[in-house]
């Protein structure tokens, strides 16, 4: 038991110091750059743009809908972890809108700002889900239209972030979106590698797969 409950308290610090480090990335690169993100992280930045809606309330809103619906099909633990991950993610963003942009050169960057939001996206958001967590409701969501539709859940991930690419032109030029296409599959292939990495060996009902 003991043991137990050591290997929980890791596993919440790892994913609050990863949402952290997402939350680090999201601000300081993607929110300032013009290059954006898919699924729910793309989401929070389109309603920023459009509403003027911080990502620590929107993104709060958005993945406790998406944790609701999932809520059956991923158990406690898992939305436990999440939670603790959203909770994390909301406060550090807050947080970090108390001071200036770090790099505000990236905005004539994009190329730059698309491969090193990538490494933050792909290094938080894999090691949160590594760890039993998750650093949004796109996990939920897609594990539920899948079970829903039968599609596989890889292809949701992609429509999701095609689709929300798609509504971003709205705020970021078409010339530029290119770039948010490619830190979608960086990020996407950082995660794949993270869950291939030999980490210490985690409960298998703490630790959630995602073909993000």
Request: aromatic share 10%.
């Amino acid at each position: 038991m003991f043991l137990d409950l050591n290997l929980k308290c890791k596993n919440c610090v790892i994913i609050i110091l990863a949402t952290a480090f997402l939350a680090f990335g999201l601000y300081h690169v993607h929110s300032m750059s013009g290059v954006t993100e898919g699924g729910v992280l793309g989401l929070t930045l389109l309603f920023e743009h459009l509403f003027a809606l911080s990502p620590s309330i929107s993104g709060f809103l958005l993945n406790t809908a998406c944790y609701l619906l999932g809520f059956r099909l991923l158990g406690k633990q898992f939305i436990l972890y999440s939670g603790i991950s959203m909770i994390s993610f909301s406060a550090t963003y807050k947080l970090l809108e108390q001071f200036e942009p770090l790099w505000p050169q990236l905005k004539e960057m994009p190329l730059a700002a698309s491969v090193l939001g990538a490494v933050f996206v792909g290094v938080g958001s894999g090691l949160c889900v590594r760890y039993g967590g998750a650093t949004s409701g796109d996990d939920a969501l897609a594990m539920s239209i899948s079970h829903l539709t039968k599609i596989k859940i890889d292809r949701i991930y992609l429509i999701s972030d095609l689709v929300v690419l798609g509504l971003s032109i709205t705020y970021i030029p078409l010339s530029r979106i290119w770039y948010s296409l490619l830190t979608v599959i960086l990020s996407g292939q950082i995660i794949g590698l993270i869950q291939k990495m030999k980490l210490p060996k985690q409960d298998g009902k703490d630790s959630v797969p995602t073909d993000h």
